[in-house]
Each structure stands twice: as structure tokens, then as C-alpha cells.
């Protein structure tokens, strides 16, 4: 993968019912087995929209909330990643898979950013692993989560918040920061884990 680095400034920067004979389960006992059943798909294509992502579905692939049917994950077509380079693959790779990224916010934030000329960009990132060891804290993402700028520049996503880690490390949700140039109407940035999926978002 070609990729570019840079070390900047400042980048300030997703109900069973159980019955069964014999003796009683306890509350821990039912909820995994709960969590087991919820995660099996039922018929292929289909997936448990109740259970966390993949909910049943392949690895790449998330099962999306309302229909309740498995779906590939967004392809990141942006120029961040066809000029920076792309490296997931869905066959080959086993990193976490970003299968949501929203903008939730585009403005001014002098608080944060500190300077009058930034606009402050927060967006919204989804992702589930094969593996337990997504990051339950914002020290975990050192060295694995990268935002990639619209000239295709990498850099380590460090502004994070609300992270929540779930599924036994399986899942998380998280907020990541961004401080960029006044003035545009929108901005595009592309994200992605190391040996993960990429995903672009647009705020505006």
C-alpha cells in the first residue's frame, strides 16, 4: 500500500425468550446464551438486527437495521483513498470492519480548536472485529486508528471520545475530532484500523 505520513501540529483531531427444562439459569447463563442465538443467521441473507454487527452476517459484511439483511460495507470512494492507497482485503484480512461512519457535527469551535480559523468536524465511527481487542479507551488507538486527509496524507487519529466498547471487545462506538480550515462548505475525510476496512465520511 503506498501511504504518506506526516507529523502535524495540531490535528485536534451499531428479545430472545428462552424456555427449556430443568433447573434454572442464571441472569449470566441467559444472557449468553441469548447473545449465542441472537449472532447465528437464521437463512442466508438474513441477519438478527437486534444482535451486535455482524449480526450473523459474513466478515465484511454488516446487516443492515431495518430490513434485517446482510450487506456489504461501504466501498470508500473518495480521493482520499485513491490517491493514499487502499490495503483491506475481504478475503485476506482479519482487522475490524468500520461498517458506519456518520458526520455529527461541522462548525466553528474555538474552545477546542483554538484558533478562530478552524471548524471543528466530529464524526461518528462503527466498527466490529473477529477478534476481542478493539480499544476500550482512547490510549488504545495509538498506532491503530488513522484519519487520511483529502491529499492522501495519514495520520494517527488521536481526538477521541465516547468510546464504547461492548461484545467483549468485539464492538465499538466512538466520536473522532478533526480541526480543519474555515471557509468549506464540506469536508471529506477518509478513516480506517490497521489490516481494517477504509471508509470515507463527508461533513457539512
Not at 454488516?62 to 478475503?91: E, K, L, T
Not at 461541522?106 to 473477529?130: V, W
Request: aromatic fraction near 10%; include cysteine; charged fraction near 15%.
Amino acid at each position: 500500500m503506498t501511504s504518506k505520513r506526516v507529523v502535524l501540529a495540531r490535528v485536534v483531531t451499531a428479545t430472545i425468550t428462552l424456555s427449556a427444562c430443568g433447573p434454572a439459569l442464571s441472569t449470566e447463563e441467559t444472557s449468553s446464551l441469548a447473545e449465542g442465538a441472537a449472532q447465528a443467521a437464521p437463512l442466508e441473507g438474513l441477519c438478527h438486527t437486534s444482535a451486535y454487527q455482524p449480526a450473523g452476517c459474513s466478515y465484511g459484511d454488516y446487516c443492515q437495521p431495518v430490513v434485517g439483511r446482510c450487506s456489504v460495507v461501504p466501498n470508500p470512494a473518495c480521493d482520499n483513498f485513491a490517491i493514499h492507497g487502499r490495503a483491506w482485503d475481504v478475503n485476506t484480512s482479519t482487522g475490524p470492519v468500520i461498517y458506519e461512519a456518520t458526520a455529527i457535527r461541522f462548525a466553528p469551535d474555538l474552545l477546542f480548536c483554538g484558533n478562530p480559523g478552524l471548524t471543528r468536524a466530529t464524526f461518528r465511527i462503527k466498527a466490529y472485529a473477529p477478534t476481542a481487542d478493539l480499544p476500550t479507551s482512547r490510549d488504545g488507538f495509538h498506532g491503530r486508528f488513522y484519519f487520511v486527509s483529502p491529499a492522501g496524507y495519514e495520520i494517527n487519529a488521536t481526538a477521541i471520545q465516547n468510546v464504547s466498547t461492548t461484545n467483549e471487545n468485539k464492538h465499538i462506538t466512538f466520536d473522532v475530532n478533526l480541526c480543519v480550515l474555515s471557509g468549506a462548505t464540506s469536508y471529506t475525510a477518509g478513516f480506517f484500523f490497521t489490516g481494517g476496512s477504509e471508509v470515507c465520511v463527508t461533513a457539512s
